[in-house]
């Protein structure tokens, strides 16, 4: 994965994040968000990948099932955000997925496996956003102040 | 639902927008760009409904066809605008939506129940954004000067 | 197609592209893109389609398998970039289609047909982003320096 930042603002900078192919998006988004400082973004990108997790997040037992995604398929659309929990960036991505029929799957992304690219923009927010563990939901939410 | 102004800027300010469980998306968000004056934005967001109602607009009919969605489902895009029409912010919001299947439905949003939460960015847009009713289509559509 | 400048800015200046029923849109956006000299930009919008061709990137053959959409479809969401190949824009753009039944389907946009409108937001980039053609993939990707 190459960076580069796109602009730099008084309402925080812009990034775009290149992945190759082999790479896995939130560990390497993750560990890049850990060394650049950033704490708080939102994050869009098109590309595709060799296979993935995604899960559907089951509110009335609070927990993830996961659903495993074993075909290549294009990145048709992903969004999210990076929030701050517990002094750390926290990821929220959701994606949709195209098959070589055109059919679009979809989840939350729990990991996913690029190929051939990804092209990531990372959109830095100047208010801090803080996750709060939410004991109705069982989920790290956005607490705004 | 609460709000925050995360920047504020020459070209238009950004809003985080945090719904909780059970609030009503068109409904709260119509009556949140009335009382702050937004009349031109651009929306995106990520999140899950308990249940929804989107629609496929049926141009030879000239009329949209309702879609009810019965199920709880990841929001795992969203994409829209506020415009004005007729001197009040019209909403216009096109969704995809996740099962626990991990198959991915989706079109012109109608209502959506948020469960657990929803993360919501306005972006305000500078120049005004103004809609005219289309003969043609019978739709209200964004008219550019 | 019409557009208007909503926001000019020291990081790049922001269009809202309106397109009319029958308008194909790579074909009219390279166009606009040319006559602009915009060859760094992202691109997102919202709208429908009578008819349109997606397809499915096949890395191993290296080769898109078209995916024909012969029937009106909601643009639930689009998402894309403009970079330069050879001195020209490249337009990328993948979208999520929605049928009447509320099913999702999608892919790279090979071509989209308008109807009745679609609202795309061109938001220029400061940074240049350069593609480059990529032996392994087949492919031109974006190349960071």
Redesign the interface.
């Known amino acids: 994965m ?6 730099t ?1 008084d ?2 900078n ?1 990034f ?1 994040l ?1 992945f190759n ?1 082999g790479d896995e998006v939130i560990e390497q988004l993750t560990r890049w968000c850990q060394n650049q400082g950033v704490t708080a973004a ?1 994050l ?3 590309g ?1 990948f ?1 296979d993935a997790t ?1 899960a ?4 009335d037992a609070r927990e993830f ?1 996961e ?1 495993p ?1 074993t075909e ?10 990076v929030a701050e929990l517990d002094g750390n960036p926290a990821i ?5 997925l ?11 992304l729990i990991a996913g496996r690029v ?3 990804l ?1 990531l ?1 990372v959109d830095e ?3 801090h ?1 803080r996750k709060r563990h ?1 004991p ?2 069982g ?1 790290a ?5």
Request: hydrophobic share 40%; net charge negative.
């Open positions: 190459r960076a580069t930042q796109l602009s603002g309402h925080g812009t775009a290149v192919t939102r869009t990108g098109v595709g060799s995604v559907w997040f089951d509110c099932i659903i995604v290549q398929v294009e990145l048709l659309a992903l969004n999210g955000d929220h991505i959701h994606v949709v195209g098959t070589r029929h055109g059919d679009a799957r979809g989840g939350h190929r051939p690219t092209e923009i927010v100047p208010a956003l939410d109705e939901s989920l939410l956005i607490a705004l102040a």
